[in-house]
């Protein structure tokens, strides 16, 4: 049975840096894109970066366009958010997701299976 297992996040100082990193453990020939969603308590989940199964295409969104990216290892079914110049909106539960398809997806009905999620909390 494959899993999302999280890791990374806690606290930093707002312009600071965190990375969080998913692995898709149980199985070693994923080919499915993956993802960071992130979600604070009655609001919606709201997209935040996506890579294909290949590593080769990205899709980052609009609200960190340019402050975070995302990298991934196909050896290890090892997908990073690099998480740089933190704002204190940026606190939220991030959710790490595998999808449906190989291509990466902004739409979260795109996604199959989700992590538990862990926590991100900066400070102004």
């Known amino acids: 049975q494959v899993q999302l297992v999280e890791s990374g996040g806690g606290s930093a100082q707002a312009g600071g840096s965190l990375k969080l990193s998913c692995v898709a453990s149980g199985r070693t020939d994923r080919r499915y894109a993956m993802a960071w969603f992130r979600q604070r308590s009655g609001k919606e989940r709201e997209f935040v970066a996506a890579?294909?199964?290949?590593?080769?295409?990205?899709r980052i969104g609009d609200s960190v366009k340019g402050r975070f990216t995302i990298s991934r290892v196909t050896a290890t079914n090892t997908i990073t958010l690099h998480m740089d110049f933190l704002e204190p909106e940026d606190t939220d539960v991030y959710y790490c997701?595998?999808?449906?398809?190989?291509?990466?997806?902004?739409?979260?009905?795109?996604?199959?299976?989700w992590g538990q999620g862990t926590q991100v909390t900066v400070s102004s």
């Open positions: 890579i294909g199964w290949s590593g080769a295409s990205t």
């Open positions: 997701a595998e999808a449906f398809r190989g291509s990466p997806s902004e739409d979260s009905e795109d996604y199959a299976l």
